[in-house]
């Protein structure tokens, strides 16, 4: 397409576009008012109203029929049973979860006040986080409770921060369980 006929191209678009936009402001394009203004826009309107009200009243019924259903046989209404406390609502919300196997062993040993093993971080996959363990290890070393407890890893959590944070949150319960006994 040469430079003349794109320059053609965009005045019949712009030509186009200035026509459409007083046809709708005459009100003889699309738009709302030309709707209201149609002949048959008294029927549509009433056909919708009617349309509201049938459904609100196959819902109304529908409510109605149930109702009707937990009535008893005399016709009063039917006795509820006293409110049963779900099973989940005895626990609370913080209760850490049971844990199996080697995570119950070395959390058991953590509460005796052992400090973990820190996890290992030769495998290529971890590299990048090979300062971040080793952190997190002077920190324990050292027996710092609190800046354990600020150390938050704050980017992805693949499966090398979540050993880090793993081997944290071990260590800080046994360095809590040496500083009580």
């Not at 937990?70 to 209760?95: N, W």
């Not at 058991?108 to 300062?131: I, K, L, N, W, Y």
């Not at 920190?139 to 693949?158: C, I, P």
């Amino acid at each position: 397409m040469t430079a003349d006929q794109k320059k053609e191209a965009a005045r019949i678009r712009m030509r186009n576009l200035r026509a459409s936009r007083k046809a709708a402001a005459a009100g003889r394009g699309p738009g709302l008012a030309r709707l209201r203004a149609a002949p048959e826009a008294e029927t549509i309107r009433k056909a919708t109203l009617a349309d509201q009200k049938t459904g609100l009243a196959a819902v109304t019924a529908f409510i109605e029929a149930g109702r009707a259903a937990s009535r008893t046989a005399k016709g009063g209404p039917r006795a509820r049973p006293a409110a049963i406390a779900p099973a989940r609502a005895e626990t609370p919300a913080h209760a850490p979860r049971k844990l199996g196997g080697r995570h119950a062993e070395l959390r058991a040993s953590a509460e005796r006040g052992v400090v973990p093993s820190p996890p290992d971080f030769t495998a290529p996959t971890h590299t990048r986080f090979r300062a971040k363990l080793a952190a997190v290890v002077a920190l324990v070393e050292a027996g710092d409770v609190e800046a354990l407890r600020a150390y938050a890893y704050k980017g992805f959590l693949s499966s090398s921060p979540k050993a880090i944070m793993r081997y944290r949150d071990l260590a800080l319960v046994a360095l809590e369980a040496r500083a009580a006994a």
